[in-house]
C-alpha cells in the first residue's frame, strides 16, 4: 500500500475498540488524533511505545489531541493490554488491518531472516480538519510518543 503524505485527507475507518464499541476517525473531528500502528499486545515494544503515550497522555490532552492504538489483536486482547498498563486511551481492533492497509502500515517485513507481512510500527498525527499533519514510519518504540509530540507543539 501507498504511503500517506503530510497534508493528505487521513483515510476514515470503521472499527471497535478494546470496549466493543464502534468508533470512526471522523468522531474525533476537532481534535487532533495521534493515530499509531503497533504490531502485538503485551510484547516488549509495543508495550515501550503505549507506555510512553499513556506518560504523556495529559500532555496530549492539553494540546487538544487524543491518542487511539492499533492492532491486529481482537477486543480481549486489547482489555487485557489495556488494563494490564493503564493506558487511558481506546484501542482499536484491526483484525483484517484493512485500516492499516489504508494508511500504509501493512506490508513486508524481515526479522530474524524470515519474511512475513505484519504491522509496521508507525504513527500519524492528524489535524481537527482530518488531514495528515506527521507521518512516521518504521518509528522506534522509544521514539514514537516524543515524536508525536513535537508534532503537536
Given at each position: 500500500m501507498a504511503q500517506l503524505n503530510v497534508g493528505d485527507p487521513a483515510?476514515?475507518?470503521?472499527?471497535?475498540?478494546?470496549?466493543?464499541?464502534?468508533?470512526?476517525?471522523?468522531?474525533?473531528?476537532?481534535?487532533?488524533?495521534?493515530l499509531y500502528f503497533y504490531p502485538k499486545d503485551d510484547t516488549p515494544g509495543c508495550t515501550t511505545q503505549a507506555c510512553g503515550f499513556r506518560d504523556n497522555y495529559?500532555?496530549?490532552?492539553?494540546?487538544?489531541?487524543?491518542?487511539?492504538?492499533?492492532?491486529p489483536d481482537d477486543a480481549e486482547s486489547h482489555r487485557k493490554f489495556k488494563s494490564k498498563f493503564d493506558l487511558p486511551f481506546p484501542l482499536?481492533?484491526?483484525?483484517d488491518h484493512a485500516i492499516?492497509?489504508?494508511?500504509?502500515?501493512?506490508?513486508?517485513?524481515?526479522?530474524?531472516?524470515?519474511t512475513?507481512?505484519?504491522?509496521?510500527?508507525?504513527?500519524?498525527?492528524?489535524?481537527?480538519?482530518?488531514?495528515?499533519?506527521?507521518t512516521q514510519y518504521k518509528v522506534s518504540p522509544q521514539d514514537s510518543n516524543e515524536r508525536a509530540l513535537q508534532s503537536l507543539a
Open positions: 483515510p476514515d475507518f470503521d472499527t471497535i475498540t478494546d470496549t466493543g464499541e464502534r468508533v470512526k476517525l471522523s468522531d474525533f473531528r476537532g481534535k487532533r488524533v495521534i495529559a500532555v496530549i490532552q492539553e494540546k487538544n489531541a487524543v491518542v487511539l492504538g492499533v492492532s482499536l481492533v484491526d483484525e492499516a492497509d489504508a494508511y500504509g502500515a501493512w506490508g513486508e517485513k524481515t526479522a530474524y531472516g524470515r512475513s507481512m505484519g504491522i509496521i510500527r508507525s504513527h500519524f498525527v492528524i489535524d481537527e480538519e482530518g488531514n495528515v499533519a506527521d
